[in-house]
């Protein structure tokens, strides 16, 4: 099991193809660089697409709700006797940090002022505006990503601990199309995950290093130089593959626990040092609002003002790069989801990290907004100048103790950063050794240098954006085949239920 598949060696060519090309400046290649065609080839998916990305998301929740409310929400996802591997509070830590944490530090304060600025629809810089943009975000990183997270991880637990298939993508579809899966179709499925997760990887950890750096810069204002980033990258990446190696057990649970209480430690700082009633108030009236227009925005689209290209730029984007890092975040969150019943797995996959992050993005956010609409304070000036890594720095600067709040945050970007690393690693092992549960520390190594590598030389050449391009590309084929996994899934839960009802009968 742990011997290494084809689909490993053909993602490491690709890769290595990629990054080189994504070196190449436009000079040599001027129509033909990475950043160019990734970002035609994007343009011309969002353009042409947008709507499927809108409905298959939209799809993909209708089908974790039905699950939790379903005759199949009492499987288990392992064997009878299976306990959960993990208690609730590390589980949550765990599927948390590799679902989206370190987008939530350098988003949390950016986000809501960005839409505050430029809404949606509406007047700009209006009351009306700030409780738009905060209500936007709560939708971009709630439900719709965590469900199709979901679906994916689902399928994989499922599939593994239920029925001992291997914890490939492509093992799912085997009730589809039977041992066509083990073929050339399969290892074209498998490596489409792993290319997108490597690529998706890659880009987290170069716009980690980013903010970090910007952080720091903000800080002890100095300035913020590529060397700085590229340092940074070299530590952490030492520092994660020594976490990669020690297992789940210890680095990434580790890890992830500590997280969970940095970051709450963080928020309860800002909700308490700052405007404490306003962020409540803020909280309670767009979670209400967030929950009523939940269809409206699920479906919304702008066919009379297409030259309005905020859904692209927002929404179907967020879409398309949540459904490409579904094969990492969903074979992560499957690993450690051994044991849990079906009903029990989507609530708490779908309900917690929604309900956390939409408090995470009101208490940033909503300071953020409070700053600049009561008190005139300018922190998109910050964000304009520097970049949306330092949204956040920018606020603390306004708060008593802002320099510790700010090497708190600093710290925690760093661990979420080297959680995210590791479990990228763990995730391609099991991906490119046939489904093992424990990957060989050598391959988790090469996966491990590969993504750092891609990072920081991207990071170098200014191309981190063509690398998220061609990760979210990827986007496009895997939203067909999560389509097939839904039909696959339901096909062999209906067979298992039937079979058990046939059984109770006789």
């Known amino acids: 099991m742990n011997k290494v598949t084809r689909v490993f060696y053909i993602s490491i060519v690709v890769s290595v193809l990629f990054i080189i090309w994504g070196m190449i400046p436009e000079t040599i290649l001027p129509n033909a660089n990475l950043d160019n065609v990734t970002t035609n080839i994007q343009g011309f998916l969002v353009d042409q697409f947008g709507w499927f990305y809108l409905i298959s998301a939209t799809a993909f929740l ?33 599927l948390f940090s590799a679902g989206m944490g370190i987008g939530l530090v350098f988003w949390g304060g950016a986000e809501p002022l960005s839409h505050y600025h430029v809404p949606p629809y509406g007047e700009s810089q209006t009351s009306d505006a700030a409780k738009t943009g905060l209500q936007y975000s709560f939708f971009h990183w709630g439900l719709h990503p965590w469900a199709v997270y979901a679906t994916i991880a689902l399928a994989l637990a499922y599939f593994k601990f239920r029925k001992q298939s291997a914890g490939v993508v492509s093992a799912i579809l085997e009730p589809l199309f039977g041992e066509h899966v083990k073929g050339p179709w399969g290892t074209i499925v498998d490596f489409i995950v792993v290319f997108a997760t490597i690529f998706g990887v890659a880009t987290s950890l170069g716009f980690g290093a980013i903010q970090i750096s910007g952080g720091i810069s903000f800080i002890f204002d100095i300035n913020q130089t590529v060397a700085m980033q590229l340092i940074i990258i070299a530590i952490v990446t030492v520092l994660y593959m020594i976490s990669a190696m020690t297992g789940l057990n210890r680095g990434i649970k580790y890890l992830s626990n500590t997280n969970i209480v940095l970051a709450i430690t963080l928020m309860l700082f800002v909700l308490f040092l700052g405007p404490t009633n306003f962020i409540m108030n803020l909280f309670t009236t767009t979670f209400g609002s967030y929950i009523q227009n939940l269809p409206s925005m699920s479906f919304r689209m702008t066919p009379f003002a297409e030259e309005n290209t905020w859904i692209k730029d927002w929404t179907i984007f967020y879409w398309a790069w949540w459904i490409a890092w579904a094969p990492f975040v969903g074979t992560f969150i499957a690993r450690v989801s051994r ?9 708490g996959v779908l309900l917690v990290p929604t309900i956390f992050g939409a408090l995470w993005f009101t208490v940033f956010g909503g300071s953020t907004i409070h700053l600049e609409h009561f008190e005139g304070i300018d922190i998109m000036q910050h964000v304009n100048e520097i970049g949306e890594e330092v949204a956040l720095f920018a606020l603390f600067e306004h708060f008593p103790i802002g320099v510790v709040i700010s090497i708190i945050a600093v710290l925690l970007i760093s661990t979420f950063f080297i959680t995210s690393a590791d479990s990228a690693t763990f995730v391609l092992g099991m991906q490119t050794t046939g489904g093992s549960l424990y990957p060989p520390n050598i391959v988790k190594f090469v996966w491990g240098i590969i993504q750092s590598s891609a ?11 063509a690398l998220q391009t061609a990760s979210i590309i990827a986007a496009f084929p895997f939203t067909i085949i999560m389509i ?15 079979e058990r009802e046939a059984k109770s009968k006789r």
Do not use: C, H
């Open 455 to 465: 990072a920081a030389v991207l990071l170098w050449q200014g191309g981190l954006g």
């Open 484 to 498: 097939l996994i839904v039909v696959s899934l339901l096909k062999s839960l209906r067979l298992e239920v039937k």
């Open 339 to 347: 044991g849990r019943t079906i009903r029990e797995f989507v609530s």
């Open 62 to 94: 209708v089908f974790a709700i039905f699950l939790i409310f379903s005759k199949y929400g009492k499987i288990k996802l392992g064997k009878a006797q299976d306990e959960p591997e993990y208690n609730y509070l590390t589980w949550f830590a765990m």
